[in-house]
């Protein structure tokens, strides 16, 4: 008799990472193959949110890696593997981006195309959003508006309604003041409901 | 009754911890009397939801696997790193 799958691969799961990350910390080269392979695809997902060109978001996969192989030996194991590679890899984004936007910080903070729109409103007519996500063309316009936010105001979005952090935290992040970073999620909301209104508002036939 | 901008710190505030005493007092009231703050807000809920719901519908499903190029470029990177030496591969 097959016994109820779910707690065994729950147990599994664990058990697999586990020894993976035994292996990992013996310097195995085929555990880092396997460990790449395995969660490299999520971790380019998640570095392609906060850096839309490709090569930015692959070159900061590829530090999160490398931090990941010098580290190893202190990680715990106290968080799940995935947990811990997501965090790296959003640290190895913002990192490029700090950079960035340190260098560019006048443009960004000036920037006035969002916050001299007025909100036409449409949305406010549109299904919610599990309906309107449902379909596949609808994912990938809000995919191309996210991209097309200024990436300092996209990255503060990111951490606060996607990743759910505090804004002391998201500040602490970005190395900025508690004043910018509510400034820029509230210009980055502004002009990602813009961009949304006029992307979802296209005739749909 | 407080401005708009202050709503929107206000706002901003309630999503962090709830808000009490006057500055709950002022938010409401200022709901209740202006209907651009009523549509902006709401806007921004719809943002979030396609934000958050956008992330849920891509942890469902399976990404596509790493550029093979990549792939080998992590491992290379990882080989010239100091201290990579005590690599090696499983028997």
Known sequence: MPSPARPETVVDVRTVEAALIVR???????????????????????????LPQ?????DAVQDAFLNVSKSIQGFSGESRLSTWLHRVVVNCALMRIRTRT????????????????????????????AA???????REKVRDCLARVPEAFRA?????????????????????????????????RHALRLLLEAALEEPRT | VISCNRFDELHLASQDAPLSGTDRTEFEVHLAACPACVRRVAGYVTVVGLLQGLDAADKAREPAPLPEELVRRVLAARRA?????????AG
């Open chain 1, 24 to 50: 990992l910390k013996a310097g195995e080269e085929l555990a880092f193959e396997e460990l790449v392979r395995a969660h490299g695809p999520r971790m380019l997902a998640v570095a392609r949110r906060f």
């Open chain 1, 54 to 58: 490709e090569a930015d978001a692959q």
């Open chain 1, 102 to 129: 340190r260098r560019h910080e006048e443009p960004i903070e000036g920037a006035t195309l969002e916050a001299a729109a007025v909100p036409r409103g449409p949305l406010s007519g549109l299904p919610g959003p």
């Open chain 1, 132 to 138: 309107l996500l449902a379909g596949e063309e609808t």
């Open chain 1, 156 to 188: 503060v979005l990111l951490l606060r309604d996607v990743e759910g952090m505090e804004l002391t935290e998201v500040g602490r992040l970005l190395d900025i003041g508690l004043s910018t970073v509510k400034g820029r999620l509230h210009r980055g």
């Open chain 2, 81 to 89: 790193e100091p201290g990579a030496s005590r690599a090696r591969h």
